[in-house]
């Protein structure tokens, strides 16, 4: 499994500085493959700020505001020879203000983001009342498993 961790836009090197380490990131996303008991795969996981993780929340959702996390799953073609889960799209600015609101750190939140993002790409959703259930379930199981509550 190899995560590719791409920081976009940063102005703030404290910002910047605030994003936890490539290491953890894979680790999180380790816990979440053996969690569901899924083989692990390759995956993108890009930090972005607000202008972009509004576009593409407009583009891809019809929303024109700023999310927290978004997943695109990866869509081969035959002509291509590459394996990847997908693409997970966090804003981090959003993410801190976030995790400030609601009383954990940022570092907490960004960890559910990633889990969050990760369960998204492996065909988990919360469309409905028994899939959100469901979702959240493994997410906090997830969250507990690595210390974060």
Same mark, same amino acid.
């Given at each position: 499994?190899? @995560? ?6 940063? %102005? ?30 390759? &995956? ?8 972009? @993780? ?26 291509? %020879?590459?394996?990847? &889960? ?28 990633? @889990?969050?993002?990760?369960?998204? &790409? ?7 009342? %028994? ?11 997830? &969250?507990?498993? @690595?210390?974060?509550?």
């Amino acid at each position: 499994m190899a @995560i590719d961790l791409q920081l976009a836009g940063f %102005d703030d090197v404290a910002d910047g500085a605030e994003i936890p380490s490539s290491e953890t990131i894979d680790w999180w996303v380790a816990e979440t493959f053996l969690a569901i008991d899924r083989s692990p795969e390759n &995956l993108t996981v890009r930090v972005v700020n607000e202008e972009e @993780i509004t576009e593409l929340n407009h583009r891809y959702r019809g929303k024109d505001n700023p999310t927290n996390v978004l997943a695109f799953p990866f869509e081969s073609v035959a002509e291509v %020879d590459y394996h990847s &889960l997908g693409d997970i799209v966090i804003c981090f600015s959003v993410v801190k203000n976030e995790s400030n609101q609601q009383h954990k750190s940022v570092q907490s939140h960004f960890a559910q983001m990633v @889990i969050h993002g990760t369960l998204h &790409l492996c065909g988990f959703d919360h469309q409905t009342d %028994d899939q959100a259930a469901t979702m959240e379930g493994v997410e906090k199981s997830i &969250l507990a498993n @690595i210390g974060v509550n």
